[in-house]
């Protein structure tokens, strides 16, 4: 008998009918003999809902306030899908991020879960009873309901296999896998039957959202084999686990992009030691995620620095680094938000030479002009003009030969 | 400085329009030097939709799950009032029922409170803050979310009010008080200035709605005063509180009347010790709940038991009639759903003889024939036939001159 956490997103749960055939799914499960244990989202958009809700009695929308009211969304499908379960003959419990024990720190609206204390949900497996856990919420070490931020769901998910030693978490959405590109891009882009957690990782930062990025690291550091698959159609997915030493790695697993980013350049700057710091230190105060950084070599004792950020923080980056040039002697602060990343992600690469070199003569073929390069072991980004973005995965996913 | 306990119905925070109204209320509270504690409901109608959700997923419905689900509505409310009463440069922190200590039994959808704890409150009002505690819902000696049954919101406020010390509880709803009788029936009806807690009981148990009934039970064992009312208007509404010994009380307070009821009754009962007994335990058994009942004097050694249940509980209790009509020799079971009750309620009748005279022979003058008589030292109770009853009101509202 193993143990499984399936994680079931909003649009999993978005309407009576998808919860009650989720109901039908985690039912087979425990007729197959394995335990289960439920994560769920809020139901479809319910957690946009209650934002837009509360922008329009607040415009100061407290954190503590914000996680009460966001953690009322996951307490409605947990509910809604216990009773459709009972209704099949499964006796399930729910349990909120405080019953669950999920400790966490105390910045509302993003906490960091602490420690996963689980006790009453072994207690409800003992029992012979399905635990369905809220996802995305927690409580803190002052005892107020906290909420996890961006992917807090998917986290919730791995963090209780890790602490109950689940066998698998299994991701459930209304997408089917992961792919060696965005299908909607790539007509023949393949489903992957596996990807490393190094691999997974590298492919949710350069664009793929299908499980959150701290989820995957969180899965990474405790190694819990994630199962990424549709709801729609409960067909196998793709498996994110460790490499498996003794089989050879493919060069390249997936090309991805991205167009959410836009790029800054502060041109000619003194290239004198701690100039590039200050600015860094200011963009960091006003939490501007910066990305990709390029600094080039010298010319004349001056650089130019030029570096991506996600397009909503473009005002707030552009504003702190107008404020410097000046003392930076800075010649000019110029944007681009017409631009896109486009990676090529491979734990094989790292044995491979010769990649980068194929990447940059297949853009090159198709007249695509690189903007920024950087690089990791077992990835390669290149900053294009957002108008050749497709072209340009079009063109890497057949020259790696990844389609069917 | 006084302490006063304000509680909120759904209507009263239905839209984000309310609720910034119902902060800006608290605010001025506050600055005229009280300390508040906020009680709400869900908005508006939401109780009733997750109910209507829940039925969409599951005919079994169980307890814990409907208790975890209907806990959500107060949840939102609560936040969202909390965002409103910041917006205002008023600090406030919402707490659940399990976060303010409302500690119940274990019985699911209908759970009794055992204890209210209430440290978290004080240490929140101790910091100069408001709290604002979702009504309805507690947290049982297991530890699971439970909520307190119809009326539970009003008790909610009236037993932190008694747990906190507070001097009054203000409950602010869509009615602006205590009326002599209901004014959409008697166009000159009277907003009562006060009335005793036994009057309340006797005004709540036939026929007003206006706090529910187990609300002004707990306060009149606590001696918590009430005050009721208008979200809307914010007048002065009507203090139920002690009776005032040094004063003089009213005969008549209120008439009061009731078209929810069906009369059953049960012919040529044998008179014998039992009989009513065993038939009365097996409608407790099935859950029937029994308001008036009347058994006449005997005649040739049987009576005939007449009884008035919820026209909802009807089926269910003619069910347990007709089984136990052989058993018990009756010889028909029938039923009435077009009657009503029509009441006069006055602490004062207890040292004024002839109201029952005053209330039969004005009966009598509108041809307003009387099926079942009750009463308690303070009230008198006529079953009449459903279609008089406005007129037996209007005409006994005028008949104590009840009116402007």
């Known amino acids: 008998m193993s143990l499984v956490v399936q994680k079931f997103g909003g649009t999993s749960v978005a309407d009576p009918e998808r919860l009650r055939a989720v109901a039908d799914h985690v039912a087979r499960t425990r007729r197959r003999g394995d335990q289960v244990v439920v994560v769920v989202s809020a139901m479809g958009k319910e957690t946009d809902e209650l934002i837009h809700l509360a922008g329009q009695v607040s415009t100061t929308l407290p954190g503590r306030e914000m996680d009460m009211l966001l953690s009322a969304g996951e307490r409605k499908a947990m509910a809604l899908l216990c009773m459709a379960l009972h209704d099949l003959g499964i006796p399930a ?10 400790i966490t720190d105390t910045f509302h609206t993003r906490a960091r879960i602490l420690e996963v204390k689980g006790d009453r949900l072994r207690q409800c497996l003992a029992a012979g009873k399905v635990p369905v856990v809220a996802g995305f919420q927690g409580v803190s070490t002052d005892n107020d309901v906290t909420t996890l931020g961006r992917g807090g769901s998917d986290t919730t998910a791995v963090a209780l296999a890790a602490a109950l030693g689940a066998d698998a978490c299994e991701k459930y959405s209304d997408v089917p896998g ?11 882009a393949r489903r992957l039957a596996q990807v490393s957690f190094e691999e997974m990782l590298e492919i949710t930062a350069t664009g793929s959202g299908v499980v959150a990025f701290r989820a995957v690291e969180f899965a990474r550091n405790h190694g819990v084999p994630i199962h990424v698959r549709s709801s729609f159609s409960w067909e196998p997915g793709t498996w994110v686990r460790e490499e498996d030493p003794a089989m050879e790695q493919p060069v390249i697993s997936a090309v991805t992009h991205d167009t959410s980013e836009a790029k800054i350049t502060v041109t000619r700057v003194p290239d004198k030691p701690g100039i590039a710091a200050r600015l860094f230190r200011s963009l960091a105060d006003e939490n501007v995620n910066l990305d990709m950084i390029v600094q080039n070599v010298s010319q004349d004792g001056t650089t130019d620095i030029s570096f991506t950020v996600p397009k909503t923080d473009l005002p707030a980056a552009v504003n702190v680094c107008q404020d410097h040039a000046g003392e930076i002697s800075a010649a000019a602060v110029l944007t681009d938000d017409t631009i896109a990343k486009v990676s090529v992600v491979g734990a094989g690469m790292k044995t491979h030479p010769g990649v980068s070199a194929t990447v940059f003569e297949t853009l090159a073929e198709h007249g695509i002009n690189i903007e920024m390069i950087s690089t990791s072991p077992i990835r390669i980004t290149c900053v294009v003009a957002a108008a050749q973005v497709e072209e340009a995965v079009l063109a890497l996913h057949g020259a790696f030969e990844l389609g069917d």
Request: glycine letters at 10%.
């Open 93 to 102: 419990d729910s349990f909120t991020g405080s019953q669950a024990g999920i």
């Open 178 to 188: 992961v792919f060696t590109a965005d299908p909607r891009v790539v007509p023949d």
